[in-house]
């Protein structure tokens, strides 16, 4: 089983094993987002490129004020070389000449902890884990990939909630390093994302 589909699997049955307990705790819904990303680390431009992505969401009250909530998204970052990128790849398997513009699309699932400390504002916290579906770049002049597959991160944001209708604001520290290119340099993504959630049930 591929790891897209085993991160499916566990969203499935999430979404299954709490509908079957206690249904009117939960709550799901849809939500768009555009990203501001950027990766830290030597060769790559550390600056922030808009994105976008989309997704599912539910969330199941523990208690009076608490929910979990496991997400399911896929997000498109947009990454740029640095000019410098050949003063630490060239003589690895770095690519002289590189392309400048890098596409990563990612599978992520957040499995986020909500504490709403009004009914209409919410604070959300949690690991992001990640799977690279679609990568559009030639950084390697192997063919490899220049990135890992997988990305862990820590996630923290806000949301606001009117109805079924929300509005939120998140941070994303990647804590994995992805640099696929050299052993010798860390690469390590940053994310702010800016979104509407709305709620089917």
């Not at 939960?26 to 950027?38: A, C, I």
């Not at 997000?75 to 070389?81: A, P």
Request: hydrophobic fraction near 40%; charged fraction near 20%; aromatic fraction near 12%.
């Amino acid at each position: 089983m591929t790891q897209v589909s085993k991160l499916i699997a566990i969203m499935t049955f999430i979404f299954f094993s709490s509908r079957i307990s206690l249904s009117q705790d939960l709550h799901y819904g849809v939500k768009v987002d555009v990203n501001y990303s950027t990766i830290q680390g030597n060769g790559i431009k550390n600056e922030l490129n808009l994105g976008y992505g989309g997704g599912v969401w539910i969330n199941y009250a523990v208690a009076p004020k608490i929910k979990l909530q496991p997400e399911l998204s896929l997000t498109q970052y947009n990454y740029l070389k640095s000019e410098d990128f050949d003063k630490y790849y060239k003589n690895d398997v770095g690519r002289v000449g590189a392309d400048k513009d890098i596409r990563l699309a990612n599978l992520n699932v957040p499995l986020l902890l909500r504490y709403d400390i009004m009914p209409w504002i919410s604070l959300l916290a949690g690991p992001q884990f990640g799977v690279t579906v679609f990568e559009d770049e030639n950084l390697r002049k192997d063919g490899v990939k220049g990135f890992k597959n997988t990305n862990i991160g820590i996630l923290g944001g806000v949301q606001a909630t009117v109805g079924r209708a929300g509005i939120f604001g998140r941070f994303t520290r990647g804590l994995t390093n992805i640099n696929n290119v050299s052993s010798k340099y860390k690469w390590n993504s940053r994310s702010l994302e800016f979104g509407l959630s709305l709620g089917i049930k």
